[in-house]
Nanobody
């Protein structure tokens, strides 16, 4: 099964920054590229997503003004820049890609995504 590859996780103190990277194989043409996360004992939740073309970004309220997503279509790669990290940002972060086009409002739904990465741990602690 085709899988995305994440990197960049690690441990950081509150207020710190991390940058995650997701690389998709060339066989995937993703229309929407996203990040989800899952804290221990909780369900996976949507973080942020971006369209392949245009500048549309959909983000969870909890990460507004702190997290940004960007993409490099030529490299089939997207990034998650996380600033001002909080304790509650701790979790496993997964990148996801959707081969189909869905309306903007449905981007936070995990079932919109065909491809997933294996996850990378982000730990925010003092």
């Amino acid at each position: 099964q085709v899988q995305l590859v994440e990197s960049g996780g690690g441990s950081v103190q509150p207020g710190g920054s991390l940058r995650l990277t997701c690389v998709a194989p060339g066989s995937i043409s993703a229309n929407t590229m996203a990040w989800f996360r899952q804290a221990q004992g909780k369900e996976r939740e949507f973080v942020i997503a971006i369209a392949r073309s245009g500048g549309s970004v959909n983000r969870a309220d909890s990460v507004k003004n702190r997290f940004t997503i960007s993409r490099d279509n030529a490299k089939n790669t997207w990034y998650l820049q996380m600033n001002n990290l909080r304790l509650e940002d701790t979790g496993v972060y997964y990148c996801a890609a959707s081969s189909r086009r869905y309306n903007f409002g449905s981007w936070p739904s995990a079932d919109r995504y065909d491809y997933w990465g294996q996850g990378t741990q982000v730990t925010v602690s003092s």
